[in-house]
C-alpha cells in the first residue's frame, strides 16, 4: 500500500481490488483458452448480464469507461449527430474527447441541471429548439450518469421521463453506469428498473470503480443495435485477447452479490462521513449525498489543516466557496470514515 | 484450464499467465495508489525501460498490441501519410484497420518480402517511386516485426539497412515487437541492438503474447516525439484508471530476465518440434523456425488425424500445399511438443 | 431573377454576381490551363494577395466558408484541442459539426459575448481555467468572426487584446473573415490593420457573401503554418481541377477596390434601413447595425403584414420578442431599401 | 489563353469552358435565388436526371469529383468496411486518401485488371477469402471507373457480371463516371444501361472533365441510400451557398445532348489521333483507344522532340517502355490531331 489508505479520498478508483476479484483472475487465466473473447468465461458473460438484467443483451466487455462511453456513444451517433448530456457529465469534461473522436466529430450538447442530473424537461426544451436543416447537428442521443459526477442518483421515474421526452424523437439513451452499482446499491431496486426498464437503450456498465481492477462493458439492451459493434471495438483497440481476464472480473462481482455489497460499503461509508459533517458547525455539503461522494464546503484554512494531516482530495469549483470532493470506495474502513470526520471537527 | 493445454497450439495468446505475473499484479492492486498512470509501479516504468534500452526513453503503457501499433503510427503520420510494411503485418491483416482509423485514413502500402521481412531493396524501391503531389499520399513510417508473422527474426544488420534507407527521407521506423521477446531470445543480442541503435524510433514493446495477461508499451526513443502522445492515449480509451496493473505486468516480466526465459523456451519448443518434423517424411517447414512460429506443410489427411487427436492450430493459405501454423508459448511443455512430434509421425 | 430581389433580405448570399466578377471567370476559362491550381490566374493570386495584406502570405483558395474554416482550424488544432469561439459563431452552429469533423473530433467552447464579439476578458478567463491534464481538451485556437454574425465589427485593438490574451499561451487566431469585406467597408482601415497587425495568424478570407460565385481563401500569414495545408485540402475534396474560375473570383473583387465598394454599398443599405426604422413607433433594433445586418424588433401582426407583402427574411430567436434578420448585399437597391423602410411604416 | 491549346494534352480537365455551359451559368446567378441547394435551378435538378436515367433518384450536386467519390463511398461503407477497386482507379492513387479520410479510416481494396477493369472473376476471388472475424476488415464496396482510367469502356454485361459477383453477398456497386459521358458517347447505349440497368446503386456523375467548369453530382438510384447524404456533404463543406451554379452546368450540358456530343467529339479526336499512330512505325499504343484517352509507346528521342515542340502531356509507367499519355477533350481540333499526328511522324 503506497499510500495510507484511510487518508487518500481522490476517488474510487484509487483503490485497490479485493480478494474475490483477484482470485477470479487469478483461476481464469490459467492454460488455454481461446483469444480475444472465444473464451468460456467471456461466453458466459452474455447469459449471465441476461438474466441479471432479465432482458436479452448484446455484451462487449472492454476495460475503461472512456472506451465503454465512446464506443457505445460513436455506434448509434453519427458524425452529424449530437448527445445531450450534463455540463458536468464525464463524457463531457474528462474523456480528453474522446466520444467525438470515435464518433467522427458528432458534438456533445452540455446542458445544466440540480446535482449532475438531466431533468426531462431540461431534455424536451433543447430537442424543441429549431434546427436549421443540414447546417446544424442533430440530436441522436442522451447520455445520463447513475450515479451523477456530484453523487446524485437517478430514481427510475426520472428516467421514464427523459426517456419520454427523446424517445419520440428516435433519440437513444445512454447510460453512464462508471457508478451504476453505488446507483443501485442507494436504490435498492433491481438492474432492470433504472436500465431498460426506464427506456435505457445501452448501458455502460462500470466496475472499475466498484473494486475491479479493469472491468467495463457496453450492455446493448436491444442486441439489434449492437450489430457491429464488435468491429468497432476492434479498430478501436479494445478487443483483449485474453478477454477472460476482463470477463472474470465481472463474474466475481456478480457473484452472490458481491458488486452490491461492495457499493453499499462505499456508499454507507459516505452517509456515515456526511451525519458526522452536519453536526460540524462551519461545514456544509455542497450536494445532497446520496451515493459514494461527498462534495464540503469548509474554510480554506480548514482544507489547509486537512491537507497537512496528510489527507489526499481534490478541489471542487464552484461559487458557493472553497469546496472539497471526497469519495468513499469499497474498502474504506469505518475507522477511516470517523477518523475523517473528527480530523473536519479538528480542522473548524 | 479449459482445454487441454498439451494440444493447443492455436496461438500464443491461448496460453494463460505464470505465477510471477500474477502475484506482481496482485502486489501491485492493493490500497491506494493515484490513477491514470499516477502511480508508484508506472511511475518506476520509465526509468526501468530506460535502463533496459540503455537510452532515454518515454514510455506510455497500454493494454493491447493494436492500440500500441495504432497510436503509435497515428502519433507520426498524419492522414495524407502512408505507412510501408510488410503483406502480413499484422498492422496490415489483423487489425481491422486500426492504424487507418487512429491515423485519420492514412494509407497502408503492403511491400512483399521473404518470411514475413521487408528489404531495405524493397522499402528502397518504393521510396523511389514518383509521387504525383497532394494528390498521392506521402510515406511517412516504415513498420516492422520482430519476430515477424511467419516466425522470422530481423538480424540487427537488416534493420539497420532499412533505416538507412528510409531515415533520409524523413520517415519514422517503427517496430512491432509483439513478439520482441522472442526475437531477442533468437539473436541473444540486447535491446537496444534491434531497436535504437538499429535505427528504431518507436517500439510497440508487447509482452501480452509471452505470458502477460495485458501489457504493452509504445516506447519513443526519442522523447521529444512522444509529446502529447497522452492524449492521443486518452482519447482513445487506452489510459487505464488502476494503470499500475498493467505496468506492475512489465515489472515482473523484466525482472532478472523472466521475459527472455520465458520468450526463450518458447522458442526451445518450437525448435524441438521442428527438429522432430524434420526427420519425419512427408511433412515440410514452410518458412524457417526463428522463434516460436512453425508452419507445417503435411497432407489434409494428416491434419484430419491431428484434429481428430484433439489438437488445435489454424490454417495457413499459401501456394505449395496444406499448411498449419504452430505457435508454441512460454508455458509449452516438452512432453507436449514430444508429443506433437509423436502425432505427426503417426499422421502421416 | 426567379424571386423579386427588392423583397429578399434574406441573406447576402441569396444574391447572385455582378457582370465584372462572371466576366472574369469566363475570361479564365479560356483555352488551356494547369490543372488543380497550378494554372496562371491561380499563380498569381498568393501575390496579388501578399501585395493586399502588405505581409508574406500562403493562399490556398476554396469554394465554401465552412471548408475554409474546417480545413484551417484543423490544420492547427489537434484532435485533443479545443477551439474557442463565441456561441453564435459559423462555425459553432451553421456549420454541421464541420470543424469537428476536419479536426479529429476536436471541441469548439462556445464563449459569451455582446454583439457576437468575444472581449479579451472572456478568452482569458477561459484560458483560466484549471485543466485536468491528459482529461481535458487543450485549447489551441480562438476564432472570432469579422464582421460577426450579429453585423458587429471588432475594432483593430479589439482584436489585439483577443491576441494577447490567447498568443502567450500559444493559441493560433483565426478570423472567420466571411464578410470581411463589410467590416473594411465600415472601418475604413487597411486589410492589415484587422488581421496580422492585430495578431490574426489565419484567415477564411470569403468573397461569396459579397458578390462572389463561389471564391474564399485560407490565407495564413506566416506562410510556414500552412505547411502540407495542400494535403489537407486535397483530401477533404476541395481542390478544384479547373481552379483558375475560384482565383479569377478574387481578381475580379480585388481589381480597383471592387469588392469594398460593393461591401460598402451593402453596408450603406443597412444603414438607410435602419435610419428609417429608428424612426418608426414600434419598431427596435436588437443590435447596432455596423455592417450590413439588421436585426429588427416588431410585433408579429407586422412580421405577418411584411410576409402578406411578399418580403422574404428570417426569424431571429432572442428574448427580447418577435425579431427579424434582414442582410442587406451589393445589389439591394436604394429604391428597395425604401420600399422596405416604407412597408415597416405601413405594418406597424 | 494561356497556352497554346494545340499543343495541351495533359489532360482534359486543362481544357475551359464552352459557351453553352457559361452562358448557364451567368444566366443562373442572376438576382435572388435560395441558398444551398434550395434554388429554382438544383430545384429541376433531380427530375431532370430521373429523366436522363429513367429512375427515381436522388441527387446531390458537388464540385469535385474527389468530393463525390470520397462523400458516396463513404456513406455506404463504415470504418471497418473495404472497397475493392483497381490498382489504377483514381480512389486509389489520385485523391491523396481522400476516400479514407471521409470513410473513417475504411481499407481500399486494389485489384489488378486489363485497361483498368476489373473483372467479375476477380471480384469473386477476392470476396471468396477467408476473413478473420473482427480482426479483418468487411468488404462493402466496390468501384469502377467508367471509362476506366486507362481510357478503356466497361461494356454493360460486364457490370452486370461485376454485380452479379458482389451484390448477393450485400456489396454496393459504385461508379466513378468522371468520364462517363465519354463511355456513352463510345458505347452508344443509354446512360441507364450501364448504371442501374446492369446493377450499379451509386453513380459519381462527373462533367468537369467534359467541359464543365465544376460539376459533379452523387447519384442514388435508391434515393433511400441517400438519406442523411446532405449532412454529409454539409459537414464535408461542400454544400455551395450558391450552388445554382453548379446545377445549371449540369442543366447546359445535359440540354439537347450537349454532354454527349463534346465527349463524342473527344472521343473522335482520341480516334483520329490513334488511327494516323497506327500507320506510323516505331510507335505502338499500349492500351485499345477507347474513349478520349490514348497512351502512346515511342522512342524517348521521339519524346524529346514532341516536348521541344511544344508539346505537353504527361509520363505513364509501365513496363513496356517509354510512354505517353495522351487526353483529347470537347474542345480538341481536328488540326490540333492532325498537327500532333504529324509530330509523331516527324519525331520518329
Request: charged letters at 20%; aromatic letters at 8%; a negative charge.
Given at each position: 500500500m503506497?499510500n495510507?489508505r484511510?487518508?487518500?479520498?481522490?476517488s474510487?478508483?484509487?483503490?485497490g481490488?479485493?480478494?474475490?476479484?483477484?482470485s477470479?483472475i487469478?483461476?481464469?487465466?490459467?492454460?488455454?483458452?481461446?483469444a480475444?473473447?472465444a473464451d468460456?468465461t467471456t461466453g458466459?458473460?452474455?447469459a449471465?448480464?441476461?438474466e441479471?438484467?432479465a432482458?436479452?443483451?448484446?455484451?462487449?466487455p472492454v476495460a475503461t469507461?472512456?472506451?465503454?462511453?465512446a464506443l457505445?456513444?460513436?455506434?448509434v451517433?453519427?458524425g452529424?449527430?449530437?448527445i445531450?448530456c450534463?455540463?458536468?457529465?464525464?463524457i463531457?469534461?474528462d474523456?480528453?474527447?474522446?466520444?467525438?473522436?470515435?464518433?467522427s466529430?458528432?458534438?456533445?450538447?452540455?446542458l445544466?441541471?440540480e446535482h449532475?442530473?438531466l431533468?426531462a424537461d431540461t431534455?424536451?426544451?433543447e430537442l424543441a429548439?429549431?434546427?436549421?436543416?443540414?447546417?446544424?447537428?442533430?440530436p441522436?442521443?442522451v447520455?445520463i450518469?447513475?450515479?451523477t459526477e456530484?453523487?446524485a442518483?437517478?430514481?427510475?421515474e426520472?428516467i421514464?421521463?427523459?426517456?419520454a421526452a427523446?424517445k419520440p424523437?428516435g433519440l437513444?439513451?445512454h447510460m453512464?453506469?462508471?457508478?451504476l452499482?453505488?446507483a443501485?446499491a442507494a436504490?435498492?431496486?433491481?438492474p432492470?428498473?433504472i436500465?431498460?426498464?426506464a427506456?435505457?437503450?445501452?448501458?455502460s456498465?462500470?466496475l472499475?470503480?466498484?473494486g475491479a481492477m479493469?472491468?467495463?462493458a457496453?450492455?446493448f439492451?436491444?442486441p439489434?443495435?449492437?450489430?457491429?459493434?464488435?468491429?468497432r471495438?476492434?479498430?478501436g483497440g479494445?478487443l483483449?485477447s485474453?478477454?477472460?481476464?476482463?470477463?472474470?472480473?465481472?463474474?466475481?462481482q456478480?457473484k452472490?452479490?458481491?458488486?452490491?455489497?461492495?457499493?453499499?460499503?462505499a456508499?454507507?461509508?459516505a452517509?456515515r462521513?456526511a451525519?458526522?459533517i452536519r453536526a460540524l458547525p462551519?461545514?456544509?455539503l455542497?450536494?445532497?449525498?446520496?451515493a459514494?461522494?461527498?462534495?464540503?464546503l469548509l474554510?480554506?484554512?480548514?482544507?489547509a489543516?486537512?491537507?497537512?494531516?496528510?489527507?489526499?482530495?481534490?478541489?471542487?469549483?464552484?461559487?458557493?466557496?472553497p469546496c472539497?470532493?471526497?469519495v468513499?470506495?469499497?474498502?474504506t474502513?469505518?475507522?477511516?470514515?470517523?477518523?475523517?470526520?473528527?480530523s473536519?471537527?479538528?480542522?473548524v
Amino acid at each position: 500500500m503506497t499510500n495510507s489508505r484511510a487518508l487518500d479520498f481522490r476517488s474510487d478508483n484509487v483503490a485497490g481490488v479485493p480478494p474475490e476479484v483477484l482470485s477470479a483472475i487469478a483461476a481464469a487465466v490459467q492454460g488455454s483458452d481461446s483469444a480475444y473473447g472465444a473464451d468460456e468465461t467471456t461466453g458466459r458473460l452474455e447469459a449471465r448480464l441476461a438474466e441479471l438484467f432479465a432482458h436479452d443483451v448484446a455484451v462487449f466487455p472492454v476495460a475503461t469507461g472512456t472506451a465503454a462511453n465512446a464506443l457505445a456513444l460513436a455506434h448509434v451517433v453519427p458524425g452529424w449527430g449530437a448527445i445531450l448530456c450534463h455540463r458536468e457529465a464525464h463524457i463531457a469534461t474528462d474523456e480528453c474527447g474522446a466520444p467525438e473522436f470515435f464518433a467522427s466529430g458528432a458534438k456533445l450538447i452540455a446542458l445544466d441541471g440540480e446535482h449532475g442530473k438531466l431533468s426531462a424537461d431540461t431534455v424536451a426544451d433543447e430537442l424543441a429548439r429549431e434546427l436549421r436543416g443540414v447546417h446544424h447537428v442533430q440530436p441522436k442521443a442522451v447520455s445520463i450518469s447513475q450515479s451523477t459526477e456530484t453523487g446524485a442518483v437517478y430514481l427510475p421515474e426520472e428516467i421514464v421521463e427523459i426517456a419520454a421526452a427523446c424517445k419520440p424523437k428516435g433519440l437513444t439513451l445512454h447510460m453512464d453506469g462508471a457508478r451504476l452499482a453505488n446507483a443501485l446499491a442507494a436504490l435498492g431496486c433491481s438492474p432492470a428498473e433504472i436500465t431498460w426498464k426506464a427506456g435505457v437503450d445501452i448501458l455502460s456498465f462500470g466496475l472499475t470503480k466498484n473494486g475491479a481492477m479493469a472491468a467495463e462493458a457496453v450492455v446493448f439492451f436491444d442486441p439489434a443495435q449492437g450489430q457491429d459493434f464488435g468491429f468497432r471495438r476492434k479498430r478501436g483497440g479494445h478487443l483483449f485477447s485474453k478477454m477472460r481476464f476482463v470477463s472474470a472480473q465481472f463474474e466475481a462481482q456478480l457473484k452472490d452479490g458481491l458488486w452490491l455489497r461492495l457499493a453499499g460499503h462505499a456508499n454507507a461509508m459516505a452517509t456515515r462521513i456526511a451525519a458526522g459533517i452536519r453536526a460540524l458547525p462551519g461545514i456544509g455539503l455542497l450536494y445532497p449525498v446520496e451515493a459514494n461522494e461527498l462534495f464540503v464546503l469548509l474554510p480554506e484554512s480548514a482544507i489547509a489543516k486537512l491537507e497537512q494531516g496528510g489527507y489526499r482530495f481534490y478541489r471542487w469549483e464552484n461559487d458557493r466557496g472553497p469546496c472539497i470532493r471526497l469519495v468513499t470506495a469499497f474498502d474504506t474502513t469505518a475507522e477511516a470514515a470517523d477518523g475523517l470526520v473528527r480530523s473536519f471537527a479538528e480542522a473548524v
